[in-house]
């Protein structure tokens, strides 16, 4: 089920975008990686880079910049940022705020394409909400180069779990995938669409975050790929219950994973 037809379900990731110090070098990077098509943006959209595969959005990539374009200083960390769909941005924003999240960016409208913000959960994890208008997010998931997952990493899963569902109409519940005892999903109508992991088991000094899954179909020909374009490997290609995966950082430092998935596949 690759191609995606109509508005996300809220609470469902929808989008990702990269904001980096250099724009075209990412360009060239993941275009080159994953085969997707993506050039910089006209200047009346900031230079917002809509990336295609099979000419379907699949991902946006920016040049760090203040709002009114000067060069942010002390520049901002390089990290992909998972949209979560909502069909109130006023509303889900209000429902953060009284969980105890804050409100980072936001609300703003961005042309007739949707409205967005961006927002810190109590744990420390920052996520996007997408408020759709005539943009719905990726039109394109779970094939080579496309996004398949998104996986919340957090110190505290119950606090996290507590954050989300009040905010949302999502679940959480432990994963009935057998082999992956202890990790927790999120679910919306039912169905998983994301995944909680305690960040004990990573190296200490990574923050609370929201980390991008793209299916692929060779990991450690990806790896190599990635590696010889100047990213770096943070997790080797290893075998796992959902499949073969990897976790890799692009140049400038924005993290993300790449999976071979075995596993039922789910939406982005």
Known sequence: M?????????????WIDLMVPDQQAALDFYCD?????????????????VCTLKGKPVAGIMKAMNPDGSVPDPL???VWTTYLSTDSIDSTL??????HGTVMMGPMDVMELGRM?????PTGAVFGLWEPGSFDGAGIVNEHGALIWNELVT???PAAAAFYSAVLPVTTAASAMPGADGYTEFKVAGRAVGGIMDMAV????V??????????????????AAVRAGGNVLAPAFDMVAGRMAVLSDPQGGAFSVIAATAPEQPA
Not at 94 to 99: E, P, Q, V
Not at 202 to 205: A, E, M, N
Request: glycine fraction near 14%; aromatic fraction near 10%; charged fraction near 15%.
């Open 94 to 99: 209000k429902a953060a705020g009284d969980a």
């Open 76 to 78: 901002p960390p390089v």
């Open 33 to 49: 990686l994953f085969g997707w098509q993506g050039e910089v943006g006209p200047a009346e959209q900031g230079g917002y880079s």
């Open 207 to 224: 923050p609370p975050h929201w980390q991008p899954y793209f299916h692929v179909d060779d990991v450690d020909s990806i790896q190599a």
């Open 155 to 157: 110190p505290d899963i």
């Open 202 to 205: 990573l190296p200490p000094g």
């Open 2 to 14: 690759p191609d995606m037809n109509g508005p996300y379900k809220p609470g469902t990731p929808c």
């Open 117 to 121: 913000a961006v927002v810190s959960d």
